[in-house]
């Protein structure tokens, strides 16, 4: 095998490209730069939903972390305990990086558990799993490939997080 320093440098072949005119640029309005701005970034609400669905699933994590009870609750227990252990820190992760690429996401929803604290934790992260899977690509664009490894981290917990629920006893 070579060394990388044995590697030498090849000769390319750079073709001319065709020199044309390019028209100069035209002068857009705030709102046309607002609306082209939306294009590349996503929604504006869509990006803060998605963002709170995420902020929702930790705090339901926990809320199911407390009040597990019964056969295989100390195995479930801990695997919730680990769902809003790691999630918290992607969600940051997340968040932080579409902000130093985009803005400043604002207008989050409120965390409101009530229709959701009900239902069974696996109905719960199914949902959950599904939502992703449904808005990732309308909220973060397919493009912004960093941000969507992020988003399947968070996918990936989750489903290792119904595997030691529905398995582990």
Not at 77 to 93: C, G, P, R, S, T
Request: proline letters at 2%; charged letters at 30%.
């Amino acid at each position: 095998m070579k060394k990388f320093s044995e590697f030498k440098p090849t000769k390319r072949i750079v073709e001319q490209e065709e020199v044309k005119a390019t028209p100069a640029p035209v002068q857009q309005s705030a709102d046309q730069q607002t609306e082209v701005k939306t294009e590349e970034t996503g929604n504006k609400s869509e990006v803060s939903k998605f963002f709170s669905k995420l902020f929702e699933s930790r705090e339901m994590t926990h809320v199911y972390h407390l009040q597990i009870t019964g056969e295989g609750s100390y195995a479930g227990h801990k695997a919730l305990n680990k769902f809003y252990d790691e999630v918290l820190e992607l969600i940051d992760d997340l968040i932080e990086t579409y902000t130093g690429q985009y803005e400043i996401v604002e207008n989050y929803e409120t965390i409101d558990t009530d229709s959701t604290r009900t239902k069974d934790k696996i109905q719960y992260f199914n949902e959950l799993q599904q939502f992703i899977k449904d808005n990732r690509y309308v909220a973060l664009s397919k493009e912004d490939t960093h941000l969507q490894n992020i988003v399947d981290e968070i996918v990936a917990l989750g489903y290792r997080t119904m595997y030691k629920l529905k398995n582990l006893k």
